[in-house]
């Protein structure tokens, strides 16, 4: 069973997080507080659970500048090639930014640049596998599934200056 929660956050950050019980399997950024995911399925229960207590505890101290690293356990789902993404931005320390070069690089796929961008952008579990630390080569910002602004607002809490 698949329960989830929602909550809001500074800098305008709407979350829902799904939990299957022992891990965390999807994060999403909402639309407006409160709102219901549409495409979430519809079996899921909208209640809490230990683990999405941890994250929302966890989540709340990150915003205030008390945690810069998540032990709540992840449970992504995707493909070999998503995976060996995601496991790559794990490694992104607080702080620091990597290129989707420096990815695909870090992954042993250095001409992947592309598919690592689609694989960060499939990213199921937006800020606790950091995709927001990835920028352009040029150190731009790049999209992100929360708009550029709150991507921007996560660099800035965590200390990352920025180019320009």
């Not at 702080?95 to 870090?106: E, L, M, N, P, S």
Request: hydrophobic content about 45%; charged content about 15%.
């Amino acid at each position: 069973m698949v329960h989830w929660t929602s909550a809001e956050f500074p800098y305008g950050v709407s979350l829902a997080l799904a939990s299957d019980g022992a891990a965390l399997v999807r994060v999403e950024f909402l639309s407006a507080p409160g709102a219901v995911p549409a495409h979430w399925p519809t079996g899921w229960t909208q209640s809490s659970d230990a683990i999405l207590d941890a994250a929302l505890r966890q989540l709340r101290e990150y915003f205030a500048g008390r945690r810069e690293v998540f032990s709540v356990p992840l449970r992504p789902a995707g493909t070999p090639f998503q995976l060996s993404v995601w496991n790559a931005l794990e490694d992104i320390p607080y702080g620091h930014t990597r290129t989707y070069r420096d990815i695909a690089k870090a992954i042993g796929r250095p001409t992947a640049t592309r598919a690592v961008g689609a694989a960060n952008g499939q990213n199921p579990l937006p800020i606790f596998v950091p995709c927001h630390r990835v920028i352009g080569s040029n150190g731009s910002l790049t999209g992100f599934g929360g708009g550029l602004d709150v991507k921007l607002a996560l660099l800035r809490l965590e200390g990352v200056l920025l180019p320009g």
